[in-house]
Each structure stands twice: as C-alpha cells, then as structure tokens.
Nanobody, 126 residues
C-alpha cells in the first residue's frame, strides 16, 4: 500500500508562489502517474494537474495553465507542484494521488486514483 504525504501549503498573498511536495512511503512512486487535486470549501474535488510515470506527459486544468508546473524526482520519490501567481480562487486543500495502473490512458477522474494523501491547505489572501 502506498502512503502519500503532502507538504508545502500555507498562507500566501495574491501573486505569490508556493511549492507543494508529495512524498511516498511504503512503496515507490516510479510506477504511477501522479495527480494533484484540490477541494475548496463547499465545492467538489477537482483535478489540477498530473504527470505520467516517465515524465513524458503532463496535464493542467485550464484554470492553472501557465501558472502551475508539475514535476517529479523519482530518485527522491517525490512529486512537486510549483504554483506561481496565486489567486484567491486557488484557495483549497490540495491532495496528491496515485493513478491506478489498470487505466492505461490518461485522465483525472477521481475514481481512477487509488491512493490519496491527507491534503495540505493553501490559502491565498491579502
């Protein structure tokens, strides 16, 4: 079983930056596409970005395209989400998750993701 731990959240002013990390224990992340999701109060959890296990394919939701960058360091067993030019609407709890390898294509449907971290709070406010 894979255990994921997110870190790097916090309070930042609009226009600021944060880098989230997703680290694994109990297994390696090498075999998984990793996704970042977020959930704002009163809203459904939504997909933000994913990166394939071989780094070759990345995806960004339109709302974060050009501002967020996903990357991974398989040697460190960590996936990162660099978030720049943050906006108040980016405020949410951010989660990372492993995509079930049974799905051979790519996507961000919640049911496709198997193991989840506990989340890290990101608050963008002046």
């Amino acid at each position: 079983q894979v255990q994921l731990v997110e870190s790097g959240g916090g309070l930042v002013q609009p226009g600021g930056s944060l880098r989230l990390s997703c680290a694994a224990s109990g297994s390696t992340l090498d075999y998984y596409t990793i996704g970042w999701f977020r959930q704002a109060p009163g809203k459904e959890r939504e997909g933000v970005s994913y990166i394939s296990k071989d780094h070759g394919i990345t995806y960004y939701a339109d709302s974060v395209k050009g501002r967020f960058t996903i990357s991974r360091d398989n040697a460190k067993g960590t996936v990162y989400l660099q978030m720049n030019n943050l906006k108040p609407e980016d405020t949410a709890v951010y989660y990372c998750a492993t995509r079930d390898p049974v799905y051979t294509d790519y996507g961000m449907q919640l049911y496709e993701y198997e193991y989840w971290g506990q989340g890290t709070q990101v608050t963008v406010s002046s």
